[in-house]
């Protein structure tokens, strides 16, 4: 089965800093990997995805790098703000399924 | 723009008690997705639909777990009788179709004592 984890379950920057956030995973058949944020008290949110054919793509102030050879992604987010601060789920897919790893916790110090 | 509703948004229940939660996806988002949550870690898939059919339920404790979509809209997910353990964040996602971006509800937070 998969198997999903973060290198840091806490991350601590700067407001402004650039924030880098890694993911492991076991899966070699996942095809696809989706970052999610999630606040206090509020169901996960989407950030950026990206699939297995790739291994970059750029949103607004995210990017995601993907590295199948030795399974990790990372998601960089750029000029780290305040309303950063939350839970960031990896979660590699696999037949249109999820596995959701740990979570790292990112806390933003103004 | 359109969420997905979860009811009840807390619960309280004594183990041994049922306990049901509702999901309203999003209209026209034919997948459906239960998830469970245990504080700390990540969502757990539970049960996941496709219009009212079951697509994978291979980690719903169907001992205790039933969910269903009866009509191929709304879903409950009801665990009888609830147990110590099933205290988590119980989430409901919806997506347009299968492999389609999820959207996640604000979840139902289950106590049992």
């Known amino acids: 089965g998969e198997s999903v984890g973060l290198h840091l379950p806490t991350l601590s920057v700067q407001e402004g800093d650039n924030s880098i956030i890694n993911c492991a995973y076991s899966?070699?058949?996942?095809?696809?990997f989706i970052w999610y944020k999630q606040e206090s008290g509020k169901g996960p949110q989407f950030i950026i995805d990206i699939r297995s054919n790739m291994d970059k793509r750029q949103g607004q102030r995210v990017t995601v790098l993907l590295n199948k050879t030795v399974k990790h992604l990372s998601l960089q987010i750029a000029a780290t703000q305040p309303g950063d601060s939350a839970v960031y789920f990896c979660?590699?897919?696999?037949?249109?399924?999820?596995?959701f790893g740990k979570g790292t916790l990112l806390t933003v110090n103004p | 723009e359109a969420e997905v509703a979860q009811s009840p948004r807390y619960k309280i229940t004594e183990k041994s008690q049922a306990v049901a939660f509702w999901c309203d996806p999003i209209?026209?988002?034919?997948?459906l997705y239960w998830y469970r949550q245990i504080l700390g870690q990540g969502p757990e898939l539970l049960v996941q639909?496709?219009?009212?059919?079951?697509?994978?339920d291979s980690q719903l404790p169907k001992d205790r777990f039933s969910a269903e979509r009866l009509k191929g809209v709304d879903s409950t997910l009801k665990i009888q009788p609830a147990e110590l353990g099933d205290s988590a964040m119980y989430l409901c996602?919806?997506?347009?179709?299968?492999?389609?971006?999820?959207?996640f509800g604000p979840g139902t937070r289950l106590t049992v004592t």
């Open positions: 979660a590699p897919g696999s037949n249109y399924k999820l596995t």
């Open positions: 996602a919806s997506s347009l179709e299968l492999g389609d971006e999820q959207y």
């Open positions: 899966n070699s058949a996942s095809d696809y």
């Open positions: 209209s026209g988002h034919a997948t």
């Open positions: 639909f496709q219009d009212e059919s079951v697509v994978d």
